[in-house]
Structures are given as C-alpha cells and as structure tokens.
C-alpha cells in the first residue's frame, strides 16, 4: 500500500548509506526500513496547553469516518483517566440522531454538551464552556466535494477558536478518496492527523502516504467503536510496524 515515491524515498538512503555487505544483512535493512517510516510518521500528542481558559480541540473531516464515536472517546479519556473538565458541543446537525448520540455519550460520562447550529452558535456554545479545561467540538461532515459547506466549517471553527484542529480519515477508505480528501480540507490548515478504522484497513501504506503528502503528524489512532477504549495516542515505532509488516491490529 505504500506509494512508489514514498517508498523510493525511505529506500534511496538506505541503498547509498550502506556497504554492499551491510545491504547483504537483512536484518539490518529492515532496521534500516524500520526507522526510516518510524521518521516519517510522526506523532504530536495532545497538548491541552497551559493557557487561560479552555483548551479547544476540534474534529473535522468527511461523514462516516467516526468523529462523533472518537470525539467521546477522547472526552471520556481526558474526564475519566486525567480528571479534566470537559464540554462537548456538536455542529453535526445535519446527521440524523447525531446530536442525541453524542448527547447520549456526553450523560454516560457525565459532561455538558452543547448544540452550535451556525458560527454565532459556536461561539455562544463556547463562551458557554468557559468553565471547563477542555472543550471537544464535533463539526458536521463535509463532503470534500461541497466547498461551500467547507467555508460554512471554517467559519465555524474560527468562532471556537481551536487550538488543536484534527483532520480525521478512515483507513478504510481507498487511497484516491484520502488524497482527494486531503486536498478539500487543506484550506482549513488542520494540524494533525487522526486515522480512525485500523480495524477496518486491509494494508497500512496509506499512512505513511499521508504523512508523507500532508507533513501534518498523526496525534491518535483508533481501531474499533468501544468507548472510552480502542483509542489510542500515535506510535510511530508500532505504526511503522504495521505498514512494514501489514500486520493485524490488536
């Protein structure tokens, strides 16, 4: 599953910088292999930053990729094991019986969740949360084709000052839909990248393609739909694992 270029590029070094005996050593290769994807699939945990008032982190990316499912498994992460106060609030309401799953999610864990149908909304909503630590924002999915609806999201996003915006895709989906996917969302300036579905995901080159066509880091990955758990922060040593060895993940 990894590109041509991407892996000529993770090769190329690895044929000049060793000896013809070294090269004759596969072990040492496949280090080599290793080391170079864990270099070029980075990660950047969350910071939930220091700064005055409620540190916002939004999702964003196309329908049906598990944004509302993985925003409750962060929220639930943040309340549960570090003892954060946590708001959530939803702009997904556009999906049938969205808001009531995520609100469903949000009484389990006991957090306040908040409905932002338009920017002023959003920021309302916000300003609403002022309390909290955290605030998680479930955005509406955008089909990468609509650039209408993708303007309505940046303005959105502006409204909730984000300090974390993670494009979420589903390693599910065929390469050409990630790249084109990618490519809609990019005028947003997402930081990170989170890949959900591992579960679903037949090889795993798509994730050193992305890292190598966005430059963005990948902040977590998930692979099931049980919350809190089936979440977990990137690894770049086991995510370099996986796309080496298209191994089956746990």
């Known amino acids: 599953g990894v590109s041509a270029k991407v892996a000529a590029a993770i090769i190329t070094p690895i044929r000049n910088g060793l000896t013809p005996e070294q090269l004759a050593d596969g072990a040492r290769v496949e280090a080599a292999v290793l080391d170079g994807l864990a270099?070029?699939?980075r990660a950047a945990p969350m910071t939930a930053g220091s700064a005055k008032g409620p540190y916002t982190v939004a999702l964003l990316g196309p329908t049906g990729v598990g944004k509302t499912t993985t925003i409750a498994k962060l929220a639930a992460l943040q309340r549960l094991r570090h003892g954060k106060r946590v708001g959530l609030v939803t702009a997904d309401t556009y999906r049938i019986a969205a808001v009531?799953?995520?609100r469903t999610y949000a009484n389990i864990i006991g957090l306040p969740v908040r409905v932002a149908a338009t920017p002023q909304e959003m920021e309302r909503a916000c300003a609403s949360l002022?309390?909290?630590?955290?605030?998680?924002v479930d955005t509406a999915g955008r089909s990468p084709h609509d650039a209408a609806r993708i303007e309505d999201l940046r303005e959105?996003?502006?409204?909730?000052n984000a300090a974390e915006k993670h494009l979420v895709l589903s390693l599910g989906a065929a390469d050409g839909v990630l790249e084109r996917t990618v490519?809609?969302?990019k005028p947003l300036a997402p930081d990170r990248l989170l890949l959900t579905k591992l579960d679903?995901?037949?090889t795993f080159g798509a994730i050193a393609n992305l890292?190598?066509?966005?430059g963005l880091p990948i902040g977590f990955v998930t692979n099931g739909q049980e919350v809190p758990d089936q979440i977990e922060a990137a690894d770049?040593?086991?995510l370099a694992g996986l796309i080496f060895s298209a191994g089956v993940v746990s």
């Open 156 to 160: 959105s996003l502006a409204a909730c």
């Open 236 to 238: 770049p040593k086991k």
């Open 100 to 102: 009531d799953q995520l």
């Open 39 to 41: 270099r070029l699939v």
């Open 130 to 136: 002022s309390d909290c630590d955290m605030i998680f």
């Open 183 to 185: 490519e809609r969302f």
């Open 200 to 202: 679903e995901a037949v």
């Open 211 to 214: 890292a190598s066509a966005t």
